[in-house]
T-cell receptor
């Protein structure tokens, strides 16, 4: 166990559904991240939260909406997704302020959009 | 922008043989470089990092990486491969503007008995 828990592990949704991905870290970190992992492509950084404030949004479509209510929890709200959004979504956390942070990853949510 | 490249999609090695997974980088300033491993149905796990100091960095599970500034490379190595080392390996560099990491596309390592 890495100390980062993601739920659900698998999700199938239609293009008109609304769903949420959840991430919880038990490491006392203050930075959290969402990544998208698609086959044969580099991991794509989607969002970064530092002390609950969003510090990066890498041109992610508005159908993805992050929420970080506290430094231990991170959500990714999904609505009207497209089939090309099917991927593995990874959450990570790290301790900000350390020069070379090590990111700890959850096991991911495998999302299929029909 | 800080970036890394992994030129090989797949590396095949026989068990007991040495393995190398290649990574080259492109950065402004001094690089902070990382290797992560991903086993099937799992998230990424940290293996090792280079910040400064010795060019040979030792990490988890017997892996090591050699930082070569003149060749802008950070290849991952292990003297004797195990079947259980079969996984997806990612090289990464820390983004200059923050604490996020920029990952390569990954290299699939297959170790055969």
């Amino acid at each position: 166990e890495t100390g980062v828990t993601q739920t659900p592990r698998h999700l199938v949704m239609g293009m008109t559904n609304k769903k949420s991905l959840k991430c919880e870290q038990h490491l006392g970190h203050n930075a959290m991240y969402w990544y998208k992992q698609s086959a044969k492509k580099p991991l794509e950084l989607m969002f970064v939260y530092n002390f609950k404030e969003q510090t990066e949004n890498n041109s992610v479509p508005s159908r993805f909406s992050p929420e970080c209510p506290n430094s231990s929890h991170l959500f990714l709200h999904l609505h009207t997704l497209q089939p090309e959004d099917s991927a593995l979504y990874l959450c990570a956390s790290s301790q900000d302020g350390i020069a070379a942070n090590i990111q700890y990853f959850g096991a991911g949510t495998r999302l299929s959009v029909l | 922008a800080q970036s890394v490249a992994q030129p090989e999609d797949q590396v095949n090695v026989a068990e007991g043989n040495p393995l190398t997974v290649k990574c080259t980088y492109s950065v402004s300033g001094n690089p902070y470089l990382f290797w992560y491993v991903q086993y099937p149905n799992r998230g990424l796990q940290f293996l090792l990092k280079y910040i400064t100091g010795d060019n040979l960095v030792k990490g988890s599970y017997g892996f090591e990486a050699e930082f070569n500034k003149s060749q802008t490379s950070f290849h991952l190595k292990k003297p004797s491969a195990l079947v259980s080392d079969s996984a997806l390996y990612f090289c990464a560099v820390r983004d200059i503007d923050g604490y996020a990491l920029n990952f390569g596309k990954g290299t699939s390592l297959l170790v055969t008995p």
